[in-house]
């Protein structure tokens, strides 16, 4: 059971450059999350989605899209990367929403660590 | 929105009992609390949650004040691998319901 997997592991992109960072969950989870950790912080909420085809603005969205197409993918887009957005970036998925107590708990990736130069 | 305070830092020894303590004073009736960890360069795992009663698994357990305001994560006997930054969580019911939002929480050392 591979749980979330996030790709790439590593990445710099210059300044302007686009990526998309890729998410996938084999556990048939409708809630997924994408979360930022800055150097010495927590995470912030960037984007969620609550199953196939519905996603919204979470904390942090500003720089970031997002897509679902599918209950298994939720890829990151970064258009015009910018220094800002140097990070370290989680995916995270989880069988109810995290507000309740019915979920036990939310799934995360191992990270995508993004520097932007 | 629901706010937790957490000591910085805190350490331990080897196999000795560690208790991680979060205060959370404007908790609303129908929030769990929820612990996760990060160990050194992975994504958050989760530990434990609960809303009223104290809470056991495996890994830890859970105790919660009578009135609420404040919970205590126990780690009855800690190893090495449990050093970890610790976050006590609550419902951002501000906005979206759809997140927890994690804070700077407790890096805790354990000593060998």
């Known amino acids: 059971n591979a749980g979330v997997t996030q790709t790439p592991k590593f990445r710099i992109l210059k300044i302007g450059q686009s990526m998309t960072l890729q998410c996938a969950q084999d556990m048939n989870h409708n809630y997924m999350y994408w979360y930022r950790q800055d150097p010495g912080m927590g995470l912030k909420l960037i984007y969620y989605s609550v199953g196939a085809g519905i996603t919204d603005k979470g904390e942090v969205p500003n720089g970031y899209n997002v897509s679902r197409s599918t209950t298994e993918d939720f890829p990151l887009r970064l258009e015009l990367a910018a220094p800002s957005q140097t990070s370290v970036y989680f995916c995270?998925?989880?069988?109810?929403?995290?507000?309740?107590?019915?979920?036990?708990?939310?799934?995360f990736g191992q990270g995508t660590r993004l520097t932007v130069v | 929105d629901a706010k937790t305070t957490q000591p910085n830092s805190m350490e331990s020894n080897e196999e000795e009992p560690v208790h991680l303590p979060c205060n959370h004073s404007t908790i609303s009736g129908t929030d769990y609390i929820h612990w996760y960890r990060q160990l050194p360069s992975q994504g958050p795992e989760y530990v434990i949650h609960g809303l009223t009663s104290n809470v056991n698994n495996r890994m830890a357990s859970l105790a919660i004040a009578e009135d609420r305001k404040s919970s205590t994560l126990i780690l009855h006997r800690a190893t090495l691998r449990d050093a970890a930054v610790y976050y006590c969580?609550?419902?951002?019911?501000?906005?979206?319901?759809?997140?927890?939002?994690f804070g700077k929480g407790t890096l805790l050392t354990v000593n060998p």
């Open positions: 995270a998925s989880s069988y109810d929403p995290l507000w309740t107590g019915k979920s036990t708990e939310a799934f």
């Open positions: 969580i609550l419902r951002d019911s501000g906005g979206s319901n759809y997140k927890l939002t």
